[in-house]
């Protein structure tokens, strides 16, 4: 508790100087999918003080909430696990590039002006601009999204943490019987994320040489890939997403686009709000690949970055999660594995059957993690996040900063309980309710079967998939 409160106090004080512990921009919190573990968690827990009093935990026990005598024991766990941090894709390695180049090239013109009117610009404005001018631009284009040092660092943190709440289905007899299952995407940095999971296990049950055991199944994990209906309706119709370039051109963007296109002393027309937003990743970039406070967060305040962070927010909600019914049901396959998973392990069995699988674990993207919490109709708020509704929607729940930092987890866990199987659901490491069972953190498993019956029977990827007219609309049955 000691802990809590010295951090808490420090975070207070801290964010007043514009820095925080090992000199972290005052808005980490706040870079959408492009945030780190350690950030939302530090910023979810400081939400969760001053809102509802402690609730934070010190001691890793108090994450399972069973209720008071009864008795459990896990007996199941299957986690859904975005790969950690990475370096940009090719597409933002160009536009940094693009960015770069620019503010070279105008800061070039401006320097010749300035001689030539016997004047230099002066002020932390011009010594910024100078910094990013000189600003090393340091990613090649084949570093292409791959995992970094840092992510390999969070799936290996994350799988220690795991495997000590959970010693009995991730320690050392899971995983010298081959015994815990785990499944990726296909793209390097999920695969190089589940290895590093693995790594973890096995350092810290003392077994070596690792063993990696996965497989690779994009069907499962990136089934919005299969998904024609969900590609032609949403991710290649730009009408679907007339939400995202409406704020991208509003009034509260326009604002910072200016405000830090004179920062930066470049032509408004030259600036595009897609620089802008590169501008904003670089800062969130450095300091995820290199733990750097650099020049780029200098251009923007916490006011600022709640900008840009609700524009990833309102592109996640209209293209992956409850913004179109369709966006959900392309994740209808993982959602029935992990209920087929779960049947399986809870199932009762004889002394002689062999027992199921301790642990699944299932690595993708937060395009695999955001469909399948709006599935479980989690995070949905009352009012959608719309281009005119960004002052209303502070207090919104679908904050993809929260949800979806680099080595974001859904974690369900399976309790043998005196009562039968009960079910608890972790959100990054967090107790998270039912919505459908809003009373109880762990409810009976077959009460959480009754709950998602509409899914259980329903849920049809390719009915939702092949049609052309289904499940186009806005979200309201799901
Ligand atoms: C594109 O999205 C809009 C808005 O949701 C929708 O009305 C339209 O039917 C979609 N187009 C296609 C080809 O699905």
């Known amino acids: 508790m000691l802990f809590v409160v010295t951090y808490v106090v420090f975070v207070i004080l801290s964010s007043r100087h514009g820095c925080s512990a090992a000199d972290v921009p005052n808005f980490?919190?706040?870079?959408?999918?492009?945030?780190?573990y350690e950030d939302s968690v530090a910023h979810r827990r400081l939400l969760a003080?001053?809102?509802?009093?402690p609730r934070l935990h010190t001691d890793p026990g108090s994450l399972l909430r069973t209720p008071s005598g009864e008795r459990c024991s896990p007996m199941h766990l299957t986690a859904v696990v975005r790969h950690g941090s990475r370096y940009p894709t090719v597409k933002n390695i160009r536009a940094i590039r693009q960015l770069s180049n620019l503010l070279r090239r105008v800061d070039g013109q401006q320097q010749t002006q300035e001689a030539q009117m016997g004047e230099r610009g002066?002020?932390?404005?011009?010594?910024?601009?100078?910094l990013l001018r000189r600003w090393d631009m340091w990613y090649t284009d084949d570093m292409d999204g791959q995992l970094v040092a840092k992510g390999r660092e969070d799936l290996q943190q994350l799988a220690t943490r795991l495997s000590t709440l959970f010693p009995s289905l991730l320690g050392e007899d899971s995983v010298r019987g081959g015994r815990i299952h785990v499944v990726t995407s296909s793209k390097h940095r999920c695969v190089r994320s589940a290895e590093a999971f693995q790594e973890a296990l096995h350092v810290r049950a003392n077994i070596t040489p690792v063993q990696y055991r996965h497989q690779v199944d994009d069907g499962l994990l990136r089934a919005y890939d299969g998904c024609p209906g969900y590609v032609e309706s949403v991710e290649k119709n730009r009408t679907a997403l007339?939400?995202?370039?409406?704020?991208?051109r509003g009034p509260e963007m326009e604002a910072l686009r200016k405000k830090?296109?004179?920062?930066?002393?470049?032509?408004?027309?030259?600036?595009?709000p897609d620089l802008l937003e590169v501008a904003y990743f670089l800062c969130s970039y450095e300091l995820a690949i290199k733990s750097l406070h650099s020049p780029w967060c200098f251009l923007f305040e916490p006011s600022d970055a709640?900008?840009?962070?609700?524009?990833?927010?309102?592109?996640?909600?209209?293209?992956?999660?409850h913004g179109y019914a369709i966006n959900l049901l392309a994740s209808c396959p993982l959602f029935h594995h992990i209920f087929r998973t779960l049947d399986k392990a809870g199932r009762p069995r004889r002394e002689t059957d062999t027992p199921p699988d301790p642990a699944s674990i299932l690595i993708g993207h937060a395009e695999t993690l955001l469909p399948?919490?709006?599935?479980?109709?989690?995070y949905k708020d009352e009012t959608p996040p719309t281009a005119d509704n960004y002052h209303t929607q502070d207090g919104r729940h679908f904050r993809s900063s929260?949800?979806?930092?680099?080595?974001?987890?859904?974690?369900?866990?399976l309790l043998d309980c005196a009562r039968g199987p009960r079910l608890q659901l972790l959100v990054n490491e967090e107790p998270v309710r039912f919505p459908g069972l809003p009373h109880e953190d762990a409810p009976l498993y077959r009460d959480v079967r009754v709950a998602y019956r509409h899914l259980l029977d329903g849920c049809d990827y390719h009915k939702a998939c092949s049609s052309t007219a289904g499940g186009r609309g806005p979200n309201t049955e799901l």
């Open 242 to 248: 007339a939400e995202v370039d409406k704020f991208k």
């Open 260 to 272: 830090v296109a004179d920062k930066l002393g470049l032509p408004l027309q030259d600036f595009t």
């Open 372 to 378: 399948l919490l709006g599935l479980l109709g989690l």
């Open 49 to 53: 003080e001053l809102n509802a009093g």
């Open 402 to 413: 929260l949800l979806v930092p680099y080595a974001a987890n859904m974690v369900l866990v």
């Open 28 to 36: 980490a919190a706040h870079f959408g999918s492009k945030t780190r």
């Open 122 to 130: 002066e002020g932390s404005a011009a010594w910024n601009r100078d």
């Open 306 to 321: 709640k900008v840009l962070e609700y524009k990833c927010d309102l592109k996640l909600f209209w293209k992956r999660a």
